[in-house]
């Protein structure tokens, strides 16, 4: 179980550095009244969620900044 936790963490803070990215300011289409975790309240996003929290990333995301976050999926962890 640890190493599964670990290749979470891992797999996520891989995928932050390659994913997120500061949105450009004229990208008006999107809703900025939701933060990253609002968007992943879906039960499909719950391993994600997960790994956001062990990895203390949950509080940072749950602010209003804009971000780009590459979200698998259950069923993409699930396929690792």
Do not use: H, Q, W
Request: hydrophobic share 45%.
């Amino acid at each position: 179980m640890r190493y599964f936790t670990r290749l979470l963490i891992s797999l996520l803070a891989l995928s932050l550095v390659v994913g997120i990215t500061a949105c450009a300011e004229d990208n008006d289409d999107d809703n900025p009244d939701e933060s990253i975790v609002e968007l992943i309240g879906d039960e499909d996003f719950s391993t994600l969620r997960t790994a956001l929290e062990v990895a203390e990333l949950d509080d940072i995301l749950a602010g209003k900044e804009e971000y780009t976050l590459f979200a698998p999926t259950n069923d993409a962890f699930d396929r690792l």
